[in-house]
């Protein structure tokens, strides 16, 4: 089978989205800086304050309720809008628990834990 230069093409950014710059990363790539963004995240709070807590709430993580990184521009809308690095941007996230992370998203997910 022989591919076309428009079909190479597009295989080879199919699976890749834009920065704001025009960059093109993958979404493995993407993926891992999210979830580097998220341990980041958490780790910026329990240094600040010396616990994780739901930033809506106020629950503390201790209290057994567990806590999710919430993306406030989604990486869905970053990837389609040509902004991906706003999916790992720590200040495009805020530490919520489950019941404030389901409000704000209009979501209601069973996580299998609960």
Do not use: W
């Not at 309720?65 to 706003?86: F, M, R, Y």
């Amino acid at each position: 089978m022989t591919l076309c230069l428009g079909q190479m093409k597009y295989l080879k950014m199919s699976n890749t989205y834009a920065l704001s710059n025009g960059e093109r990363v993958k979404k493995t790539v993407i993926d891992k800086r999210v979830r580097v963004a998220k341990q980041k995240l958490l780790s910026n709070q329990l240094d600040d304050y010396g616990y994780n807590f739901c930033e809506r709430c106020k629950i503390n993580a201790s209290q057994g309720i567990p806590l999710d990184c919430s993306h406030n521009v989604s990486v869905k809308e970053a990837q389609e809008t040509g902004q991906s690095e706003l999916a790992y941007d720590v200040n495009n996230m805020e530490v919520l628990c489950r019941v404030c992370h389901q409000k704000k998203d209009k979501l209601n997910i069973n996580y299998g834990n609960e």
